[in-house]
């Protein structure tokens, strides 16, 4: 019995604790809501959660990060918006200050709202949160925009990782806001001098049938007559010379190009006249029009002018200059030299190159009393020559004197004497304007006056009659005898090119502007298949379009001292380099090659002239712009020749002068691609610097088929709109066509300053479309990344749901299941505390 009551006692307690270890489990389950609590009780399980929470936990910091990014694409939303009510209310100025009715007063208020509104702009462009600028890209701590609108920023996208491996994008950089390129817009260029209708400006002089019409200012259109465009001395419309038309630019592809053609002026029957419509479509053939494709499209605007607009959307390459002569010239340098009666089509306030040594004089063909030298005496300093302006500050140093000569004005009967007026001389160096004017009134006696305006010397002959009336009353078309050529000369008496051809005549052969301590050249460097602005590792083939080898480029400067210098950048099949004069007179030039950069000693090389970068070329005009700073040896050096060739000697003395080169001058390109110059040394610099292709004004029969493949500072038309934007630098010029009144190009008439290259109100209300339809784009892509993280925020949190209900599935313990089994165990528990109970108060006796 005894044996029997100990078994019977251990099993009940083995009962009795699986029991309660089962009920404790139950509980816990109950209690917890989960299947386990450690890893060890079900491995499977426990590992299938960890998944399922490292999951939830992605998708928490997925929902963290979305809800942030958002907020940012809320603030950008709301300070564009601001941007965009801004624009509106700007527009509305610009559109007032349109109408042709205001005063200086008025046009000052407007401008001053309107910059107003350009500087809460910019202040927008600056927004911080948190301590980090909106628009800045990445360098979120660095304030975006300088006052004058230039961006420190860069073109970073900051990125919110929303899923694995997906990120988006959450920020509008101040680049692509304010600075980049809209691939829907077209580039349109236009003229700067506006045509008028000569006949009917000049009825008494042109036209036979109305020659007592009221003289009226009409622009020229596209039906008008060649003839009413280029003008005439006479009413007769049979006798007029040929025009020969100049073109120079370049093709949608980015390819140089010039044209010379020919049109007939004279017409005996109007119905057959040359129309300035076929000028136009002359214009569009020499960019690639045919009648099958137009890739520009041609057009005379309201006011006169000629603009070319792009026909395919995106590309920015097409650039134009033209003139007309009456005469066909292989030089286009020698037109004012040769006596030509010149048109121009476009102006610039660019200081152009010594390019000729005798002028003569034009007279002028609705009043000829008026004899004029063709060209413009310009400064220095880059101003209309006045009386008292020094003579040796407008001619080049090469010439010391001036011959003048010709033949005598009329008699006081109006008749021509035609009598020589002998060659005499002026000083340059001790003599002004006044001196040489003097000399002329004294020398060519008669009836005259000799004045200056707007940089031209006139002559006017007060002995020439009407041929209408013969007397003193317009028009004044009676025969002129004074004839005047001016002629600059050596000390040896030898003609040298002492002259600048008229500003309105010149193309590339100008000098970069003149901004303080900076020279900065007008035209953008692009790569021409791309579209992109040129950098410095562009090389200059890519924005040719075409095979540089056999191209020089002439660099005519004063360098860091004011020192005059002429050099080369010769590229020829043998590579390309750099020439420079030789400070010891008769010696040959420094040839100093463009050494290869990646070229690792012992291998040195010159670089291929279709390889050459934009910053090899800017180490070189820096180079050039340090020439008086260094001596012959350190030139020497550089050109590295050995036997064997180029020595790493020879690039170790290039290196060298380029370093000392940079600690004065430094050459760069800005955002746009256009090359500045910059002296560290001078507040104003004592720099000029200009660059053309060699063969620019040959328009020989060769001459035609090489056109100068690259461009970089020039007369050249104006850009009204192109794909890409410059918001602040493109707003400044608005407010300042308000504040100067200038309504349309050549609107301020013959002043000579920057406003010449202002597109004008009404060309800005065009441009300003662009502008304010950027900002409404960039107000898209912002909502669409806005979209994108609440759609991201929606996807999570559904996702998260689905897997909390499949975590739950895992690991969640049924409670309603686990609750009957607790109740049975409890019973059952129960069941074995009551056998147990009675089994204990069980005695011997009970079993006797």
Known sequence: MRVTFGTKYNQMDYYQNTLQNKLNEANTKIASGLKIKYGYEDSSIFNQNLKLEYDVHGLNQSIDIANDANTNTLHTDKSLSEISKALDDFKTKLIHAGNDIHSQTSREAIANDMQSIRDHILSIANTSIGGEYIF???????????????????????????????????????????????????????????????????????????????????????????????????????????????????????????????????????????????????????????????????????????????????????????????????????????????????????????????????????DARYTSLPTEFITSDNKYASRSTKL??????????????????????????????????????????????????????????????????????HNVFSLENDEKEPPFNGPSGLEITLRTLNNNGNEVKALRDSFQNNYDNVSFTNAGSSLRSNISQMNALSGEYAKDDTKLSEVANKSLVGETYIMRLKDHNGIDVEAKIEFSSNGAFLILPNKNAGEGNYRIPFYNPHDRPPEISVTKADDVTYRQLLDAITITLNYSNKQTQDFLNAQGNTSDGLSESGKKAYEKLLNMANSNVNATLNQEGQIEIKDNIRSITKMQFMIHGSNSSDFSQSGLQNAPALTFNANNALVIDKPYINFFKQLDGMIEAVRKGIYRPDALGDNYNADLRNIGIQNSIMLFDHLSDHIEKNIALNGAYGRAFEDSIKRNEVLKVQVESLKSDTIGTDIADTYNKFSQLTNNYNAVLASTSKINQMSLVDFL
């Open 392 to 461: 040796s500050d407008i001619f080049g140093i090469e010439a010391n004197k001036i011959e003048i000569s010709g033949k005598l004005p009329n008699s006081p009967n109006g008749n021509k004497l035609d009598i020589k007026v002998e060659p005499f001389l002026i000083d340059i160096e001790n003599s002004t304007i006044d001196d040489l004017i003097k000399a002329i009134e004294s020398k060519f006696s008669g009836n005259i006056d000799v004045e200056i305006s707007n940089g031209k010397i006139n002559i006017i002959d």
């Open 136 to 366: 800045a890209g990445s360098r979120v701590d660095i304030k975006p925009f300088n006052d004058d609108g230039t961006y420190n920023g860069n073109n970073a996208k900051l990125e919110a990782l929303i899923a694995p491996d997906m990120k988006s994008a959450y920020n509008i950089n101040g680049e692509e806001l304010f600075l980049s390129r809209d691939l829907d817009k077209y580039k349109t260029i236009t003229t700067n001098i506006q045509k008028l209708n000569l006949r009917k400006l000049y009825p008494s002089v042109m036209d036979k049938v109305h020659k007592t019409n009221i003289p009226s200012e009409v622009f020229i259109k596209s039906e008008d007559t060649l003839r009413d465009l280029i003008g005439d001395n006479d009413n007769d419309t049979t006798n007029d010379s040929k025009a020969y038309f100049y073109l120079r630019g370049k093709k949608v592809d980015g390819t140089s190009f010039k044209e010379k053609f020919v049109l007939d002026v004279a017409y005996s029957n109007e119905e057959n006249a040359t129309r300035v419509s076929d000028l136009l479509r002359k214009i569009g053939e020499a960019f690639g029009n045919t009648s099958q494709n137009q890739v520009v499209d041609v057009r005379m605007n309201a006011w006169g002018q000629i603009e070319i607009k792009e026909t395919k959307p995106g590309g920015s390459n097409i650039d134009f200059h033209l003139i007309a002569a009456d005469i066909d010239v292989d030089d286009v340098s020698m037109l004012n030299q040769s006596n030509a009666r010149v048109t121009s089509f476009q102006k610039s306030a660019y200081l152009g190159d010594f390019s000729l040594s005798k002028i003569s004089g034009i007279k002028n063909n609705y």
